[in-house]
């Protein structure tokens, strides 16, 4: 078995992308930020850390970081993931998180432990979920969908830093980054009800999906069904765009969310864990 980095995101999509993109919803948030990496004018701060680990010339485990972000794991035997603590480790024996299909994060933080003097906690439980239709039963809430607009900037980074601060981000995250950039990229939207009562943003395009997020409504506008109508447009929207399907991310211990997406349309792909390393 063998691992080989990657010095550019260009040349980690062309060894893996076919691979990845054989479960692309699961493997939507390594695709999706490879690609924003290999598209980016700007230089990240820190350069990112690409792996893929490969069998007998045939993939079979891919890993990204874009520091000082936690690594993202691809679905790989344990055989593969030693490979990559070893190599990791030998860059740096810190590492702030991993997130990856729940087997595959929990095996990578047992060896990553016994190789380092960090300790594991084990973080939230998530589900990937992916749509190609949205259901026609939706409620219609009062008001109406729209895109974001320059003027809503200042709102949109106020209610971005609301959905880190209840979503428990920990990672060195701007508000203000976030709302900016979904805004540039035409990728943040309201519902409005006289005035903006939820919010939906997308990003993360893959080849054939685009990963939805963002979604937040204030508790005062809570339980009228705008953040379904806000999410279920948006979606209905993406997908008359060229995309096959629409992901996103839920939290397990949020069963409110859960139900609410599974009523657009949504179906579970796979659950993903991460775990957290501290001294």
């Not at 979503?167 to 943040?188: F, K, M």
């Not at 929207?237 to 096959?244: A, G, I, S, T």
Request: hydrophobic residues 40%.
């Amino acid at each position: 078995m063998i691992l080989s980095r990657h010095s550019g995101a260009e040349s980690f999509l062309r060894r893996a992308g076919l691979w990845l993109l054989q479960a692309e919803a699961e493997n939507n948030l390594i695709l999706g930020i490879a690609g924003e990496i290999a598209t980016t004018s700007k230089a990240p701060p820190h350069p990112p850390y690409l792996a893929t680990i490969e069998r007998d010339g045939e993939i079979v485990g891919c890993a990204l970081r874009a520091p000082p972000h936690k690594l993202l794991v691809s679905r790989c035997p344990v055989e593969a993931l030693a490979l990559l603590v070893e190599d990791i480790a030998s860059l740096d024996k810190t590492l702030p998180a991993v997130l990856g299909p729940e087997a595959v994060a929990s095996s990578f933080a047992q060896l990553w432990t016994k190789r380092t003097a960090q300790r594991a906690r084990t973080g939230k439980r998530q589900r990937i979920h992916e749509v190609r239709q949205v259901s026609s039963e939706i409620p219609r809430p009062p008001g109406a969908f729209r895109p974001a607009l320059e003027s809503d900037l200042e709102l949109a980074t106020a209610w971005a830093g609301a959905f880190l601060q209840e979503a428990g981000v920990w990672e060195p995250t701007d508000p203000a980054q976030i709302a900016r950039e979904r805004l540039s990229q035409n990728g943040l939207f309201l519902w409005e009800n006289g005035e903006p009562v939820s919010i939906a943003a997308c990003s993360g395009k893959t080849s054939n999906g685009i990963r939805i997020n963002l979604v937040y409504t204030p508790p005062l506008h809570r339980r009228r069904g705008y953040a379904s109508a806000c999410v279920a447009t948006l979606t209905r929207k993406l997908l008359q765009q060229e995309n096959r399907f629409c992901f996103l991310f839920t939290d397990l211990a949020n069963s409110v969310s859960n139900s609410i997406y599974r009523r657009i349309g949504y179906q579970p792909v796979c659950d993903m864990c991460d775990y957290f390393f501290e001294q």
